[in-house]
């Protein structure tokens, strides 16, 4: 999958450094993959991204459009730590078959399969736009932008946010929005009938409901206004209705 890039993160101080920025708890990536995120300290995305611990070192397992940014972030938080950012040469392989030796199970869900780690794509020709709509799985640069609140998309479906794990860049808008407020926004499955693109704006009896993203089918990924997707919506020349 030549979309990703695997950072390493070593030095002594490499817990600590990744444990107060991330949204997931970093002791728990010497199991196998974690899924999280870097933040702004508003609480809005920056990347998403695995996270693989090893003896000496994390992996970091990223879209290849946000890696430079990640890094860059990164080298920007290590000020005096004993921690080195630099990037490999591993490629990046999924596939939803048998898992082969190596390979490690993808957190977020099981239909997504598993991912590898080495030099070369061993990986499957699943439909992973297919796979995603299906289970509602938001994509960086998708789904995931930088107007994204975590919450909204998921992530705690999709075990990316650790809520007892204690500070991170952005956790006070994370837990506010996790302990004192009902989610009026967010990502929902829908079904299409007719033509329509992602970017589509939809709408209802004259209003803004939200926007259409992937689309696999007749089914599609769209960010909602929860109270006003209650009926028939248009996105394009289709009709947009809740998937059950």
């Not at 107007?147 to 808008?173: M, N, P, S």
């Amino acid at each position: 999958m030549s979309e990703r890039i695997v950072l390493s993160v070593s030095g002594a101080d490499r817990v600590e450094f990744l444990q107060g920025l991330i949204t997931n708890d970093v002791t728990r990536a010497t199991d196998g993959l974690i899924y999280a995120a870097l933040l702004t300290p508003q609480g809005k995305f920056i990347a998403d991204f695995f996270v693989i611990g090893q003896d000496d070192r994390f992996l970091i397992d990223v879209a290849q459009s946000h890696a430079a940014a990640l890094a860059q972030r990164l080298t920007m938080y290590r000020l005096r730590a004993d921690v080195q950012i630099e990037q490999t040469d591993l490629v990046v392989s999924r596939g939803t078959g048998d898992m082969p030796p190596g390979a490690l199970a993808d957190p977020r869900h099981p239909a997504l399969g598993w991912r590898h780690y080495g030099d070369s794509d061993i990986g499957d020709s699943t439909d992973w736009d297919a796979l995603r709509v299906a289970h509602l799985i938001p994509e960086t640069g998708i789904e995931l932008t930088p107007d994204t609140y975590i919450l909204e998309a998921g992530f705690e479906a999709l075990h990316g946010v650790d809520f007892r794990k204690g500070c991170y860049v952005g956790q006070e808008l994370v837990a506010r929005m996790k302990h004192k407020t009902e989610l009026r926004k967010g990502l929902a499955r829908v079904r299409v009938e007719g033509k329509a693109c992602t970017g589509d704006m939809i709408s209802a009896d004259g209003k803004e409901v939200g926007v259409l993203h992937t689309i696999s089918g007749d089914q599609a990924i769209a960010y909602l206004r929860f109270d006003r997707a209650t009926g028939p919506m248009q996105a394009g020349d289709a009709t947009v209705t809740m998937a059950d």
